[in-house]
C-alpha cells in the first residue's frame, strides 16, 4: 500500500466522527515535510494544552539566560483533580519546587495550580502571551484551561510541538523539564508501547486535543496534532474519543 493511501487511512479514521470539526497534522522527522493535513488553520480551544505552551516560553527565557531551571518556584500548591499525586507523590506537600521541576509537573499533570505558580514566577500570564505571539500569532493563553479564548489554531500547535522536539534535539539541558512532562503523562493509548507515545493531551465537553511524538523518540519519530471541537458531550458519548484513538493507533501501525 502506498504511503499516501495508508495516510488517507489514518486521516479517513478521524473524519468518521460525524458531528464536529476535525484538524490533523502529521509531520515526518526522517523526510522532514509534512506528510498530511486536514483544516491546519482552524482555531480550537486548547485546554490543558495550553500548559505546553507555558513551558516552552520558559524554556526559550532559560536558554537567553533570564532565568535559570535551578531557579525556586514558591507558593507552589498541588490541583487535587489532577494526577500529580499519582505521579510525583514525593513532591506533594512542597511549596516550593525548582522551576525544572515545577515546569514538568505542570505538563505531566495538567496541573493548573503548578502552572500558576510558574506564571506568576515568570511575570504574568501578559508576558506569557507576548511571547508565545511572537512565534505562534494564532495562539492565546488565558489563566482558565476552560476559556473559549485559550485557543490556537492546529498549524500553531504543530509549530509549538516541532520547535519543542527540534529545540530538545539541539539543546537538550535546556528543553529538557518541558520534554519530561510530554514523556511522563499517563494518558496512555492501548497497543501502543508506552515508550513510543510522548504527547500533551487537553479535552473539554466538546472538545479533543492530542499533540505529540510518536514512534521511537531518537529514531525518527513522527509528530502529530489530531484535534475535534463541536462534538456531542464527551460525558455521554464516547465515539469522538474513540475515533480520535483508532486515528493515532491506525498511525502508529503506518509508522512502524
Do not use: C
Amino acid at each position: 500500500m502506498s504511503g499516501g493511501l495508508k495516510m488517507s487511512k489514518v486521516i479517513g479514521k478521524l473524519l468518521e466522527i460525524e458531528h464536529g470539526t476535525q484538524s490533523a497534522l502529521i509531520y515526518s522527522t526522517k523526510e522532514k515535510s509534512m506528510v498530511s493535513s486536514i483544516s491546519e488553520e482552524e482555531l480550537f480551544p486548547l485546554a490543558s494544552a495550553s500548559k505546553l505552551a507555558v513551558g516552552y516560553v520558559v524554556a526559550q527565557s532559560v536558554q537567553t539566560g533570564e532565568f535559570s531551571w535551578d531557579n525556586q518556584v514558591n507558593d507552589v500548591s498541588f490541583n487535587p483533580l489532577e494526577d500529580s499525586e499519582e505521579i510525583y507523590p514525593h513532591l506533594q506537600g512542597r511549596t516550593t519546587l525548582s522551576l525544572r521541576d515545577a515546569v514538568e509537573v505542570m505538563i505531566a499533570s495538567h496541573d493548573s495550580a503548578v502552572a500558576e505558580a510558574v506564571v506568576d514566577f515568570f511575570g504574568g500570564w501578559q508576558k506569557v502571551n507576548k511571547m508565545i505571539q511572537k512565534e505562534f500569532t494564532t495562539m492565546a493563553i488565558q489563566e482558565d484551561p476552560q476559556d473559549p479564548l485559550n485557543q490556537s489554531s492546529a498549524e500553531d500547535m504543530f509549530l509549538l510541538l516541532k520547535k519543542t522536539y527540534d529545540g530538545y534535539l539541539e539543546l537538550p539541558e535546556v528543553y529538557e523539564p518541558v520534554v519530561n512532562g510530554l514523556v511522563r503523562q499517563q494518558d496512555h493509548v492501548p497497543t501502543i508501547p508506552v515508550h513510543h507515545l510522548n504527547h500533551m493531551t487537553g479535552g473539554l465537553e466538546h472538545v479533543i486535543i492530542d499533540i505529540g511524538i510518536l514512534g521511537s523518540f531518537h529514531e525518527e519519530p513522527f509528530l502529530y496534532v489530531v484535534a475535534v471541537k463541536d462534538v456531542p458531550d464527551r460525558r455521554r458519548h464516547k465515539k469522538a474519543d474513540e475515533k480520535v484513538v483508532e486515528t493515532i493507533q491506525r498511525l502508529y501501525k503506518w509508522v512502524q
